[in-house]
């Protein structure tokens, strides 16, 4: 991690060395620029490597967000559809469906720019209100068990730079924040309907149970709870 901060700091440091402030500020491709600047006839080289790092980015979020569903699943925040794991290759099928289905719809969007907004805002609110449940656990139950403790300045400063990262954008675009936390707060009723009630009449057993058997058998999967999943 710190040296992937280190690379990343050296990267906009050599960009505000090559690149003048008035033709950064009007160019959205700062890269791109830069390498015409610096590399001339392989300036062809950025977009490949950039790329290459959306690539590398999007499988790590393949990996996480995927089981993200099936533990919060696993943990009754989420419906139990999510916990179906592979039998063999213990993948979480269900969940990954899930995510594609979502990353399809959000490509229906022709303004890249307000997708990009909606998913900051929507992240780091999620990210910030995350750190300040971890917090409160410190305080509430400070004997749980923690494979890693780090000091409390660290969450705090990050909390701080998450303040900015979500207050000055909700001031300069207000619709955008608004909008993403539309998104955000659309996961309440689906939470309530679909984990919280408990007295749900026998037709909405009935179609889930259906739905559960059918992925089980379309997929190859089975259902894994929260104890099997964490001895293994």
């Known amino acids: 991690m710190p040296m992937v901060t280190i690379i990343y700091v050296m990267a906009n440091l050599a960009y505000f060395a ?66 179906l794991f592979h039998v063999d290759k213990q993948t979480p099928i269900p969940s990954l469906i899930f995510t594609c289905f979502f990353s399809l719809l959000m490509l229906t969007t022709s303004n890249v720019f307000d997708l990009i907004n909606y998913f900051s805002q929507t992240l780091w609110i999620s990210v910030g209100a995350s750190v300040v449940g971890m917090l409160w656990l410190r305080r509430a139950k400070p ?14 400063l990050f909390l ?36 919280k009630w408990k007295g749900k009449p026998e037709c909405y057993h009935a179609f889930s149970g259906c739905l559960l058997r059918f992925m089980q058998k379309l997929c190859a999967c089975n259902y894994v709870d929260s104890s099997e999943k964490l001895s293994n």
């Not at 062809?44 to 569903?69: K, Y």
């Open 143 to 156: 004997d749980m068990p923690r494979p890693i403790k780090v000091n409390l300045i660290i969450p705090y």
């Open 160 to 195: 701080i730079a998450i303040g900015f990262l979500v207050f000055i954008p909700a001031i300069t675009s207000p619709k955008d924040t608004a909008i993403g936390l539309a998104i955000l707060l659309s996961g309440v009723p689906v939470y309530y309907i679909c984990v």
């Open 18 to 83: 090559v690149v003048p402030k008035m033709e950064m500020m009007s160019n959205a491709a700062v890269a791109a620029v830069f390498g015409d600047r610096l590399f001339a006839g392989w300036s062809w080289l950025i977009p490949v490597f950039v790329a290459l790092s959306t690539f590398g980015g999007v499988n790590g979020v393949l990996f996480t967000s995927a089981r993200l569903f099936a533990t919060g699943a696993q943990e009754g925040h989420m419906p139990g559809f999510f916990t």
